[in-house]
């Protein structure tokens, strides 16, 4: 059996269609020619021998005329024909030689795709030529490399940026350990006590992680929540913590009815709350937390004072365990995490996160969901 590749197909298709116009062509001309030579007069074989008078001569020449044409126009159908056969054969060679031409791109296409791996995502088909459905083709999959490439990378990134930060608390602890055993007169009680402190960073950082991983895969439970109560409770459970750092938080707007898990839209709350807070002024900051429902869904935006942001800055914010201008991590800096929860909670719930400078300093946040 052969395989009926497209380049067989399309052979067949080019001859097939050559060989019948070659045949109505051929049909048509007969009759054409037929008629004109007025060859079609049918004549008795026998009529001939029976008759006999002057006219009789003449009348056998108009009848071997006749049949001399007939005979003519005959072997040349015959010549036709075989002509026709011959050509038919060549239009085959012809159309197959044409069809690998036509499809030598796709095949150059199907090498490249199949010899590219998650080892060299960086190769693109980059075909040339003119623009057409082939080259369409090739700058659709070439795209679809150079997003796959991007989302490697970005996994790649975040893999080693979270084991980096996994290993710091150990190894933090780690040396803790070691002092105690060297020294064992030593008070052991501030000792203790950091590596609480260091153990508890640990935890809320496989927490995160974790709480990363749940959204990223979507997979929780939807239900009606009004976002606006997310946002309340999310107030008033940081109140004292705003109160300590003499931060003032105002709240407005109304319900903002949504579609989600209400456990995820608390954490998204509390993380932009909690982040206003933090990253605010050492003194007398505010932040104002306002919630809503317009034509474009369910929007939740936290405010705050603070320092100035470069635009470049608030645009990698979102990216995880990026810490802002707080490179150098202090007792109190955060995993880094937050912004980046926040954002796949969003996309998981077909929202979205935009972050933008305060006029006056701090941080514009605007999370955007579906209404309910
Ligand atoms: N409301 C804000 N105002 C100013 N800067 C902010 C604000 N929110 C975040 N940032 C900056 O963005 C960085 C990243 O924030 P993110 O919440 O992701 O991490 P984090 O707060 O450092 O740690 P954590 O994971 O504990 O929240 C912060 O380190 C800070 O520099
Ligand atoms: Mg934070």
Do not use: C
């Not at 030579?37 to 009529?47: A, C, K, Q």
């Not at 937390?289 to 603070?306: I, R, S």
Request: hydrophobic share 45%.
């Amino acid at each position: 059996m052969p395989q009926w590749t497209v380049r067989l197909r399309l052979t067949l298709l080019y001859s097939g269609l050559f060989l019948i116009s070659g045949l109505v062509l051929l049909a048509i001309t007969y009759v054409l020619f037929r008629d004109s030579t007025g060859v079609n007069v049918i004549v008795p074989e026998g009529s001939r021998t029976q008759k006999t008078g002057p006219n009789v001569e003449l009348e056998i020449r108009y009848h071997e005329a006749i049949q001399r044409s007939t005979d003519a126009l005959h072997q040349g159908l015959l010549r036709t024909v075989i002509v026709l056969a011959g050509m038919t054969l060549v239009s085959l060679a012809l159309g197959w030689l044409v069809a690998g031409r036509v499809l030598r791109p796709l095949r150059v296409m199907t090498a490249t795709t199949r010899q590219i791996s998650e080892r060299n995502l960086n190769e693109r088909l980059a075909l040339t030529g003119p623009r057409d459905e082939l080259k369409e083709l090739a700058d659709t999959i070439d795209g679809l490399l150079a997003r796959l490439e991007t989302h490697v990378a970005e996994q790649r990134r975040f893999a080693a940026n979270a084991s980096h930060e996994l290993r710091t608390p150990l190894a933090v602890t780690q040396s803790i350990l070691d002092v105690a055993r060297n020294d064992p007169d030593r008070d052991n009680g501030e000792l203790v006590e950091r590596l609480h402190a260091v153990n508890s960073r640990a935890i809320d950082l496989t927490q995160a992680l974790l709480l990363l991983t749940r959204a990223d895969q979507r997979s929780f439970e939807r239900e009606p929540v009004d976002l606006s109560l997310m946002a309340e409770e999310a107030t008033e459970t940081l109140l004292p913590f705003a109160a300590e750092r003499n931060i003032a938080i105002e709240t407005a707007g109304g319900p903002a009815p949504t579609i989600g898990s209400e456990a995820l839209l608390l954490q998204l709350a509390t993380n932009l709350v909690q982040n206003a807070i933090v990253h605010n002024l050492p003194e007398s900051g505010t932040v104002w937390v306002t919630t809503g429902a317009g034509p474009q869904g369910a929007t939740l935006v936290v405010e705050n004072t603070g320092e100035e942001l470069a635009p470049e800055l608030v645009a990698t914010l979102a990216e995880p365990f990026l810490r802002g201008s707080e490179r150098v991590r202090t007792g109190q800096s955060g995993v880094g995490l937050g912004i980046a929860i926040v954002k796949s909670i969003a996309e998981a719930h077909d929202g979205t996160l935009t972050l933008a400078p305060r006029e006056g300093g701090g941080l514009h946040v605007t999370v955007r969901l579906p209404a309910a």
